[in-house]
């Protein structure tokens, strides 16, 4: 049984994360391929593409990201006033907002939590509507209130959130690492069994209320649970990465059932064009047209749909019965991951990248194969979901006016240390014609 299959959208997993390795170029039509690294500088491209919206008077604001067993990206968030602190976990592929209350009941999970006190807000506002919330596999009970978020140094006024009376994860759920949500989605989701649906996200009141130099949020995930990651609202750091950045048109596809009907309606999907994974008689080459690839933060794996990820799986050789596990060492032994987005996007991921690294209990790490598979709908859209493992060494920009418009998704260039090893792939890559 090859595993994770159906780990795969567990509608109860997290509703909801680009890419890795040196650059390609064709001379023709300037399309790139990436490659992951360490460590970035910034070096102006003749490609360097201007990102879009926003106040002029804006500044930007930056918050770390805690790597969680490589299944959680947390930031913190602050919500009254004075602040009261939370730990959210960021999720591309959600809207609402809930924080545990100090009024919640003793039987549910909120002592594990920061509980938010309304009594110590001077800027709380009562709206006291009933509500409940199923995000993952936490589910939700409380009402509405409106307070001041603060999130990177940003002040969010008159935020609507669930004050959560409420808190029960279910069984195989950990949920004492992170007490909230924040959700970036591009549009306004609207979610069976959730009573905020209507009320704006975070994401969106920053930008109705125009606290961003520009409308668009950067993000780098980390490696490794012992690294952090970052991400900034309003413009891109340019210590995280080097070169101009690259847009992959964004697409609209939508369905109507659950979980699909989340992933898809976030809005951070682009068009798939093709995978090939490692050389010669072994190579793995997929035809993947017509397929939507779906980013998201909160899912720590790569998913295709179920024959493609057997192949991927085996030629991996991870112990499927465990999680994928392989020996660390045998990273130096997998091929890289490449997989073309858009029309001229091709993009390279190293087995640094995508291979997941998790703590051992004792100490030290554990390795596995992000590989899992999923069963592809019996109507369209066809779909692939490209999470943590493949953003992992990447920056991300997500521009909502840019996404709107000219449906623009931004990714970055990157130089790797392992450079010599890409350079020999890439000379085996008739695609690709020089090298930057």
């Not at 968030?77 to 959600?94: C, E, K, Y």
């Not at 992170?178 to 704006?200: E, H, I, K, Q």
């Not at 085996?314 to 019965?321: I, W």
Request: proline share 6%; hydrophobic share 35%; with cysteine.
């Amino acid at each position: 049984m090859k595993l994770l299959a159906d780990v795969t959208l567990l509608a109860d997993f997290f509703g909801c994360l680009v890419l890795a390795t040196l650059i390609v170029k064709r001379p023709q039509n300037h399309s790139l391929r990436l490659l992951s690294t360490y460590e970035t500088k910034m070096i102006q491209g003749e490609n360097q593409i201007p990102l879009t919206g926003g106040s002029e008077a804006g500044n930007t604001y930056a918050a770390k990201i805690t790597d969680y067993s490589r299944v959680t990206f947390l930031a913190d968030i602050q919500i009254g006033t004075p602040p009261q602190p939370f730990r959210a976990v960021v999720d591309i592929s959600w809207a609402d907002l809930f924080v545990p209350s100090t009024k919640c009941d003793s039987s549910s999970a909120c002592s594990v939590h920061q509980l938010y006190n309304s009594s110590n807000s001077k800027t709380y506002v009562e709206h006291g509507d009933p509500t409940n919330i199923h995000y993952a596999g936490i589910y939700t009970s409380g009402f509405k209130s409106e307070d001041t978020l603060r999130v990177a140094g940003l002040e969010i006024k008159n935020q609507i959130f669930e004050e959560a009376t409420s808190l029960r994860p279910s069984p195989f759920y950990r949920d004492d690492k992170m007490d909230s949500v924040l959700g970036l989605s591009r549009f306004p989701l609207s979610f069976p069994g959730s009573d905020l649906s209507g009320s704006t996200s975070p994401w969106h009141n920053l930008i109705k209320q125009k606290r961003l130099k520009k409308n668009i949020f950067s993000i780098k995930v980390s490696k490794s649970p012992y690294r952090d990651g970052e991400i900034m609202f309003g413009d891109v750091n340019p210590k995280l990465f080097e070169g101009g950045l690259m847009s992959i048109p964004t697409t609209h596809k939508t369905h109507e059932k659950m979980p699909l009907r989340q992933m898809l309606g976030s809005g951070w999907q682009v068009e798939a064009h093709s995978l090939s994974f490692g050389f010669g008689p072994e190579a793995i080459h997929a035809d993947l047209s017509g397929y939507a690839a779906i980013f998201m933060t909160a899912y720590p794996w790569i998913s295709f749909p179920r024959a493609l990820a057997e192949q991927l799986q085996d030629r991996c050789g991870g112990d499927y019965d465990n999680m994928g596990q392989i020996e660390c060492v045998k990273r130096a032994e997998l091929p890289d991951l490449i997989v073309r987005l858009g029309t001229d996007c091709s993009v390279v991921i190293s087995p640094w990248d995508y291979v997941l690294e998790s703590p051992a209990e004792g100490g030290g790490i554990v390795c596995s194969v992000p590989f899992v598979q999923h069963e592809e709908p019996d109507d369209e859209p066809k779909y692939m979901i490209l999470g943590a493992a493949f953003l992992a060494g990447v920056y991300s920009v997500f521009d909502q006016n840019g996404g709107t418009i000219s449906r623009e998704f931004y990714v970055e260039r990157f130089r790797s240390k392992l450079t010599n090893r890409l350079w020999r792939y890439a000379r085996n890559i008739s695609d690709f014609d020089d090298l930057l």
